[in-house]
Nanobody
């Protein structure tokens, strides 16, 4: 059974940093992975995605220059380094793995395997 597990969330003051981690187990492929977030009353949105080989990335405009996505050496491991955090970054952050049957995408609907999320709260 596929399991996607995130960690690293927490409470941080504005201007601070956090590093999120994710591991997806029991997958037979090394897939495109992404970080998504959802604030209360808001739709889930893409934060950043990275291809299976790490050579292609995409960032939401709101996090460009502040967040960095990367893959670990182990298959289907993922990180998100977040710096210069603002209260607007407060949300539940989800890690997800894209289905391997279509091309590159950072569209929420293209991602098949999801974790339970890790809460990031930024205080002002």
């Amino acid at each position: 059974q596929v399991q996607v597990v995130e960690s690293g969330g927490g409470l941080v003051q504005a201007g601070g940093s956090l590093r999120l981690s994710c591991t997806a187990s029991s997958l037979t492929f090394d897939g495109t992975m992404g970080w998504f977030r959802q604030a209360p009353g808001q739709e889930r949105e893409a934060v950043s995605c990275i291809s299976s080989g790490g050579g292609r990335t995409l960032y939401a405009d709101s996090v460009k220059g502040r967040f960095t996505i990367s893959r670990g050496n182990a298959k289907n491991t993922l990180y998100l380094q977040m710096t210069s955090l603002t209260p607007e970054d407060t949300a539940m952050y989800y890690c997800a793995v894209k289905n391997p049957f279509s091309g590159w995408s950072c569209d929420v609907g293209e991602y098949t395997y999801w974790g339970q999320g890790t809460q990031v709260t930024v205080s002002s």
